[in-house]
């Protein structure tokens, strides 16, 4: 299959960034999954119906350790990349399909005012959970 454009626009994040190093060809690459949901409209009226629509996407490299450092539970995004085929055999040989969404373009929606509260807010948060 060939790749499918996908564009999600005025998602918000549904939790943290995932980031992590994964081990690469060369050398290790950053790697962030972020889950973001946007609410999809049908019908019109009385009729109208609303139900949201996660996706989970995968961002690589510098692209990943940005979204890492700036984006957080509640963020606001406009995201662009492909969907994709994935196929391989699993550990007992039986072939597994699914899907995967990689980021190639990501609009940052928040303001810088915006995403520096939502950051103290998470720190504060974790600092008394710990505590």
Same mark, same amino acid.
């Given at each position: 299959m060939s790749n499918v454009l996908v564009i999600q626009r005025h998602a918000h994040l549904a939790g943290a960034v995932k980031f992590e190093f994964v081990n690469g060809r060369e050398?290790?690459?950053?790697k962030a999954l972020l889950t973001a949901i946007s609410n999809q409209y049908r019908g019109s009226g009385e009729d109208r119906e609303e139900r949201a629509v996660a996706i989970q996407w995968t961002l690589w490299g510098k692209q990943a350790e940005h979204a890492a450092e700036y984006l957080g539970k509640g963020s606001h995004v406009n995201l662009v990349g492909r969907l994709? &085929? &994935?196929q391989y055999l699993d550990s007992e040989g039986r072939e597994v399909y699914g899907v995967e969404f990689t980021v190639e373009d990501i609009d940052y929606l928040d303001s810088k005012a915006e995403s520096e509260a $939502? $950051?103290?807010r998470s720190n504060s948060a974790q600092q008394a959970a710990s505590a």
């Amino acid at each position: 299959m060939s790749n499918v454009l996908v564009i999600q626009r005025h998602a918000h994040l549904a939790g943290a960034v995932k980031f992590e190093f994964v081990n690469g060809r060369e050398s290790k690459l950053a790697k962030a999954l972020l889950t973001a949901i946007s609410n999809q409209y049908r019908g019109s009226g009385e009729d109208r119906e609303e139900r949201a629509v996660a996706i989970q996407w995968t961002l690589w490299g510098k692209q990943a350790e940005h979204a890492a450092e700036y984006l957080g539970k509640g963020s606001h995004v406009n995201l662009v990349g492909r969907l994709h &085929n &994935n196929q391989y055999l699993d550990s007992e040989g039986r072939e597994v399909y699914g899907v995967e969404f990689t980021v190639e373009d990501i609009d940052y929606l928040d303001s810088k005012a915006e995403s520096e509260a $939502r $950051r103290t807010r998470s720190n504060s948060a974790q600092q008394a959970a710990s505590a």
